[in-house]
């Protein structure tokens, strides 16, 4: 596959009408990756957006759900056959090692599998011919930089599934492979104008969120930015949002709990992506009865897990960079503040491994105080802050003491202790004894702030469909 730098839409590589472009640089070595890709301006965004409409007004929108299921399984198998090609990108880009960009990618095609399944059991009270709902049609996609291809393919494959058609923007953080997903849409048998990717920043994803003519709009990324689409979305046509945001999740171990589990989970699984995941756990609440031990086995692990850093090319590397120098910046900056607000235990410098890559070491921060940033505010990093706590009221208080409630781990080999504990938790997804786990099959979404809405399974489709009552007067006639 040759390398693209322009907009795809109506199966077309076109030349945007904005003349900004973006450049992309290596966060392992400051290299550059790709330099003039294209953004899309006003009216590069009206210009895909007329794409999708067009499509869903015309040969789409005559498909059966037979059909739509033909393509969504081929792009999925032109999508695996691809990989080796494809994830290379995520990890020149923002410095994800390559196993796990080889993950993303196979995730892309298993989701666009489950749902090409659900294409034509999507039934309204009664079972018609195809399906019984009234599609959003139209329909908007943002996703993140920290697992594009997972963003893609879960915004845009239940959209089309239901017979939808989508403008889906990517981070500029990481355009470039999903980029050449174009030339499987169009390989795969999509019509012109149902799946179209477009580049940009910020401004750009606010022309989605503002336009009329989108009905439905998905965003995955930070809090205040997700803040402002929805102002945007509300203020425009009152679209439909789904919003997946950050997190500060929180992670309780019991005394009774598999302890080498527990630090499994709570070193090398929290520090996967270098901590850059929307449900690290990071907030890691231990009983005080078997902390002691605990916390410095962790310590030994985060510092034998930070010897495993390397290129993020490199199949035996497991701990890569930040996703770019201000990345960087940030966390590091956070970082200097929590040596003012709590005992560092390990970490706390730039890595070692790489003088112009933007590697961090694998940071640990013990008692913070209550109102500590590093213990309020998301860094998205690999920095953990642990306290410890007496009895189940405490942790189960000091787990929900955030302004956050996407993810949260519990570690005990009791059940009886586990599924209570569980349901008093704020959070949208709660892992017994596990972390990060995530079934396409299952609903995932946050409370609090962070989010609105739930992508995944069943409830992932439901937002791209609208109800509509029918009511017949049978008397007449």
């Known amino acids: 596959m040759a390398m693209q730098a322009l907009l795809t839409y109506h199966l077309k590589y076109v030349n945007a009408e904005c003349a900004e472009t973006l450049a ?54 032109l999508v695996d056959h691809h990989v080796d090609e494809l994830a290379p990108w995520e990890s020149k ?67 089309i599934a239901v017979g939808c058609t989508v403008v889906y923007k990517g981070s500029e953080k990481t355009p470039v492979g999903l980029l050449q997903l174009g030339d499987l849409v169009k390989q795969a048998g999509f019509p012109p104008g149902v799946i179209n990717i477009i580049t940009g920043g910020g401004a750009t994803g606010g022309m989605l969120a503002s336009h009329m003519d989108v009905n439905k709009i998905s965003f995955t990324g930070s809090v205040p930015t997700g803040k402002k689409v929805q102002e945007l979305a509300t203020r425009s046509n009152f679209k439909r949002v789904v919003l997946e945001l950050g997190g500060k999740s929180p992670s309780l171990v019991f005394d009774d709990a598999d302890i080498d589990n527990a630090l499994q989970h709570s070193s090398q699984n929290f520090l996967f992506n270098s901590g850059q995941a929307c449900i690290a756990a990071s907030r890691l609440f231990v009983q005080e009865n078997i902390a002691p031990n605990f916390i410095e086995q962790l310590k030994a692990r ?54 112009d890559g933007y590697y961090m070491e694998p940071t640990i921060f013990l008692n913070p105080k209550d109102d500590a940033r590093i213990y309020r505010e998301e860094i998205f990093g690999p920095v953990l802050v642990v306290r410890t706590f007496k009895n189940e009221e405490e942790a189960i208080k000091l787990a929900n003491d955030t302004s956050f409630g996407l993810s949260a781990c519990i570690y005990t080999s009791s059940l009886p202790r586990a599924l ?39 409830q992932g489709l439901m937002h791209f469909v609208e109800t509509k009552t029918v009511s017949i007067n049978m008397s007449i006639g």
């Open 420 to 458: 209570p504990v569980a349901k008093k938790i704020d959070a949208g997804n709660v892992n017994i004894n596990s972390s990060q786990t995530f079934d396409i099959v299952a609903p995932f979404g946050g409370f609090k702030q962070s989010g609105v809405g739930r992508e995944g399974g069943r």
């Open 93 to 159: 880009c923002m410095g994800q090692v390559i196993t796990s960009t080889r993950f993303l990618y196979r995730l892309l095609s298993s989701i666009f599998r489950y749902y090409a399944g659900w294409t034509d059991k999507l039934a309204g009270e009664q079972y018609p011919a195809n399906d019984g709902y009234y599609r959003a049609s139209v329909c908007a996609g943002i996703g993140a930089w920290n697992g594009a291809p997972g963003f893609f393919a879960a915004k845009v494959a239940p959209a």
């Open 24 to 77: 992309v640089y290596s966060p392992h070595d400051g290299s550059l990756v790709a330099d003039n890709l294209q953004v899309a301006g006003q009216v590069d965004v009206d210009k895909a957006v007329a794409a999708a409409r067009a499509a869903f007004e015309g040969e789409w929108s005559t498909w059966t759900p037979a059909q739509r299921t033909t393509v969504m399984l081929k792009f999925a198998d």
């Open 302 to 355: 985060f510092e034998q897990f930070s010897q495993a850093a390397g290129s993020p090319l490199d199949t035996n590397s497991l701990f890569g960079p930040l996703a770019d120098k201000g990345q960087f910046e940030r966390v590091m900056d956070y970082v200097d503040i929590g040596k003012q607000e709590a005992e560092l235990i390990t970490g706390g410098k730039k890595h070692s491994f790489s003088k």
